[in-house]
């Protein structure tokens, strides 16, 4: 989280927000590299996913980021507060 927001939050042991303005200003100048990720662990050398410049498509990345780091999946919301984005994540 903190490669988004440096001054994350956490809500407890399965909870994080990130305020995602900052990155997705800096995004824009970011090289298809940096946006580029194996599509799974077994196949990295093969196939992977290039990523926007959207906030949808960050919210994405860091989904697929945390399912190859512990195969667990995350939920997210997109909001313009943390409620909201709670809200939005069900």
Do not use: W
């Amino acid at each position: 989280m903190s490669e988004y927001d440096e001054n994350y939050g956490s809500c407890g042991l399965d909870e994080a927000f990130v305020d995602l303005t900052n990155h997705l200003q800096q995004r824009i100048h970011s090289s298809d590299q940096q946006r580029t990720f194996p599509k799974d662990e077994q196949n990295s050398a093969t196939e992977t996913i290039t990523f926007g410049f959207t906030a949808e498509e960050t919210v994405q990345e860091i989904r697929l980021r945390i399912h190859l780091a512990t195969r667990l999946t995350a939920s997210a919301g997109i909001a313009c507060n943390m409620r909201l984005a709670k809200l939005c994540s069900g």
